[in-house]
């Protein structure tokens, strides 16, 4: 069980295009969701925490406009890239977790975004 | 401010051979602590938790964990390694009383097992 989905697994779009990244949480129901940027060889960098229904808390640095970060139902969060450029080609990890902070985090395997 | 620091960036081992990925942790509460692996472009696998109760914790695949609260320590370790365990592992904390939300990886060691 606790399977994390995400679609596309890559993605190469052209500069000034927007890319939309889908994480769903397959059998559990998510009330929360991560979103992490990874570079290579490098750990995770927190995005934003989304919850079901309200607006994504986002991480100082992380441009707002730039990252849209839907979280619809308990189990579909999508993070729209727009206007992507080549800096913010990266490796795209979503983490979904039940409610409460003992529970361990899910994650999906990831989505790998080329622009070029 | 909750921090991990995982202080090796490389760990080698001969199969057989008993492994530890160090990690050690700063949160002003309770932490909850937790490890995952990660294989060449994939996203990570949950390898065990500690919560409360007993300091050493089993998980998945013969890997466990010892919490020490004194040292501030969450060290992973396996009797035997495996070629296959070879992979990037990460050490993460929750801090369940200020940040109860989110949790601080570490930078990721990665080990490798020699046959």
């Known amino acids: 069980g606790a399977v994390v989905s995400q679609h596309p697994s890559w993605v190469i779009c052209k500069s000034g295009t927007s890319v939309k990244i889908e994480c769903r949480s397959l059998?559990?129901?998510?009330?929360?969701m991560f979103w992490y940027r990874q570079f290579p060889k490098q750990s995770l960098m927190l995005m934003a925490t989304?919850?079901?229904?309200?607006?994504?808390?986002?991480e100082q640095g992380v441009e707002k406009d730039k990252f849209l970060i839907n979280h619809a139902s308990l189990t579909l969060s999508t993070l729209t890239v727009t206007s992507a450029h080549p800096e913010d080609s990266s490796f795209y990890i979503c983490s979904a977790r039940l409610a409460g902070p003992s529970y361990e985090q899910y994650f999906g395997p990831g989505t790998r975004l080329t622009v070029t | 401010a909750q921090s991990v620091a995982q202080p090796e960036d490389q760990v080698n081992v001969a199969e057989g051979n008993p492994l530890t990925v160090k990690c050690t942790y700063s949160v002003s509460g309770n932490p909850y602590l937790f490890w995952y692996v990660q294989y060449p472009n994939r996203g990570l696998q949950f390898l065990l938790k500690?919560?409360?109760?007993?300091?050493l914790v089993k998980g998945s695949y013969g890997f466990e964990a010892e919490f020490n609260k004194s040292q501030t320590s969450f060290h992973l370790k396996k009797p035997s390694a495996l070629v296959s365990d070879s992979a990037l592992y990460f050490c993460?904390?929750?801090?369940?009383?200020?940040?109860?939300?989110?949790?601080?990886f570490g930078d990721g060691t990665t080990l490798t097992v020699k046959p």
């Open positions: 500690y919560i409360t109760g007993d300091n």
């Open positions: 989304s919850n079901e229904g309200s607006k994504a808390t986002y």
């Open positions: 993460a904390v929750r801090d369940i009383g200020t940040n109860a939300g989110k949790s601080t």
């Open positions: 059998d559990f129901q998510a009330t929360t």
